[in-house]
């Protein structure tokens, strides 16, 4: 008798390592630089991304990463933050111009927040990008069941043409004995 290992698979969805802009237009299916967010946008968006790792992109080959905790209630345009001890404020574009000389072109969407809530980070979406290899935990919409169920699911006999092939071109030789002398 042969040594055989029979290896299967399991399966799980992944996020898509996209630009976060391009990721809430998927989401909300429609051109998010047209009209303002509704607030029950604003739900969904903050309930898809909070947790999720993003690398921020406008610093070149400096790839920070982040996890969201979650979304601004104000415009980019409008959102302030200290940026001393001394009680000066500044706007994010602002900020964005000035540090890394980049132009924030969507203004009206809100930022995403990272860090804690004692001393939250502000990223405009158009900086961010979801990092890759991320398990998706969140329920499933149907569409997304059905694609998934149609990539994973075989019938019994094909499953087991599959694992029959498999095996007989991965058959593992144990070693000599005398490997395992003490």
């Known amino acids: 008798m042969d040594l055989s290992l029979n290896i299967d698979m399991s399966s799980t969805a992944f996020i898509e390592p996209l ?12 051109d998010i630089s047209v009209r303002p967010l509704s607030d029950s946008d604003r739900v969904k968006i903050k309930k898809a991304l909070r947790g999720v790792k993003v690398e921020v992109t406008q610093r070149g080959n400096m790839r920070r990463k982040y996890r969201i905790s979650g979304l601004t209630s104000q415009a980019t345009r409008e959102l302030l933050f200290p940026v ?27 930022c995403l ?17 979801i990092v890759e290899g991320q398990r998706y935990s969140k329920r499933l ?42």
């Open 113 to 129: 927040q990272v860090g804690n809530q004692q001393r939250p980070n502000y990223l405009p979406m158009e900086v961010c990008k």
């Open 84 to 110: 001393d001890d001394r009680g000066t404020v500044k706007t994010v574009v602002q900020y964005f111009m000035e540090t890394y000389g980049f132009s924030i072109q969507h203004t009206t969407l809100p």
């Open 19 to 30: 630009p976060v802009i391009d990721f809430v237009a998927q989401l909300l299916n429609r």
């Open 141 to 182: 919409n149907e569409k997304q069941i059905t694609a998934l169920l149609k990539v994973t699911c075989q019938r019994p006999q094909q499953r087991e043409l599959d694992i029959l092939q498999d095996s007989g071109s991965h058959q593992v030789t144990p070693p000599p004995h005398d490997d395992f002398a003490d």
